[in-house]
């Protein structure tokens, strides 16, 4: 698990708590967790003083996010996820 969302589409970073808030602000829709791997898959984790965006950009990463770790869990369709993580293929 090692790329996280910290900025919006527009660079502008993003506030510690409500992260899936602020993403949804910025056209990230909400879905059910994830049964099979999706593109531009989000998983925002709660985690008291602030929250982290990781994207799921493969099916072994989405599975990472989906095991039970206690944090309540948002998982958002975020067309900007790979831009904004910085990842690189």
């Known amino acids: 698990m090692g790329y996280y969302v910290d900025v919006n589409s527009k660079g502008e970073g993003l506030a510690p708590q409500n992260k899936a808030q602020q993403l949804i602000a910025d056209g990230a829709?909400?879905?059910?967790a994830p049964r099979e791997f999706r593109t531009n898959?989000?998983?925002?984790?709660?985690?008291?003083l602030f929250d982290a965006a990781g994207y799921a950009y493969s099916k072994a990463e989405m599975e990472e996010?989906?095991?039970?770790c206690g944090r309540r869990?948002?998982?958002?369709?975020?067309s900007h996820a790979a831009t904004a993580s910085g990842y690189k293929s």
């Open 41 to 48: 898959l989000v998983c925002v984790m709660e985690n008291g």
């Open 73 to 78: 869990k948002t998982w958002l369709i975020y």
């Open 65 to 68: 996010f989906l095991s039970p």
């Open 29 to 32: 829709r909400v879905i059910p």
